[in-house]
């Protein structure tokens, strides 16, 4: 049988034809695909920018639909949901892309960090403690530990929030001596309150090693020592504190007039309280001399006499309304009602104020209770401020 090679001619344009046909038919499809996810994908990102959220998400979970494969669309949808609250939803988004084999690696630690902060919004915290260990190595490792330390904060977990800040110092993060301060100071508390003394005076003593400029933890050591009777101590302890925190001597008058009256130190401490409040004026150092000044008979002034001063250097209500209630008013018996009057108006001023959030209280926090905020109260009320 002879093989006809005129079929084989006749074939081949109908063969081309068929071929060119069909890659027409693939290339409208492609190109009706691509027009479909961009059209989608921009018009979630057109809602966002007017904050129509509700409408992004929607527009974003039509385009995951119609491209399932690209992750930077799962990762927009996933961080929508975090911002809208929808933590569960947020939570099945990256778990979703976890679990892909063909995601790079770099999108996966994207995954596992959006996963952990997921969590962290949540307040499940042992979860997102879980997921920022498994960052460790990465290009998010700074980011996690930062993250690491402030979850270790919020559970008041100190001797792991301690190593964590540790070891953001040593990596080159910045300086955490203070915080690691705090960290050592509320560690001995703890101690303190289970009956360790011993273990929290240890802590305390790191603590001041740590920040030798912090006054919290030579405040702390003085209270400690005055528990165990060390009054002599206590009080050297705060007569230290008055050089190496000079910020904070507002906080440190009160306790140091009480211990000098204890240990027999009024007469210097009454001298030095006197100098810093020539230097800089302040109601808790003027309180501080005032209680001194009346315990010794042979003080420089009386009561009246140094709020009438702190009158004549500064206006200050307070100080008129102590002043106030050591006189003789012309019509006495109506004395009781303007003194607590007096007493209300002057209360908001005596408050302390937060630098970072303005949360006020009555006082003094070393940690803002509002936004979490370390050292953000001044040692001034704030009538001062």
Known sequence: MEFDLSWVLLGLPLAFMLGWVASRLD?????????????????????????QQDQAIDAFIEAVQNDPDTSELHFALGNLFRRRGEYERAVRVHEHLLSRADISQADRHRAQHALALDYLKAGLLDHAE?????????????QARL???ANYERSRDWPQAAQMAEKLEHAGQGSFSTRLAHYFCEQAASQAAQGQLEAAQQ??????????????????????????????????????ALDCAPTAIPLIA???????????HGAATLARLQQLYTEQASLDVLEAIVSLSQADPGGSGSARDWYAHHLAKEPSLVAAARWIAGEKLEHEQFHPQVQRALDHAIKPLL??????????AMQHFWQCPGCQTWDSYPARRIEEL
Request: aromatic share 8%; charged share 25%.
């Open 27 to 51: 290339l409208r499809q492609i190109r009706f695909e691509n027009r479909q996810a961009p059209k989608a994908y921009f018009k979630g990102l057109n809602y966002l920018l007017n904050e």
């Open 130 to 142: 879980t997921a920022l260990l498994k960052l460790e190595g990465t290009s998010f490792e700074a």
């Open 147 to 149: 993250a690491l330390l």
């Open 203 to 240: 802590l305390l003593q790191r603590a001041i090693g740590k920040a030798p400029e912090a006054a919290r933890a030579r405040l702390d050591m003085a209270k400690l020592q005055a528990q165990q009777g060390q009054v002599t101590e206590a009080w050297q302890t705060l007569m230290q």
């Open 254 to 264: 009160k306790p140091l007039a009480e211990l000098a009256q204890r240990s027999g």
């Open 351 to 360: 408050r302390y104020r937060c630098a970072a959030c303005g949360f006020e």
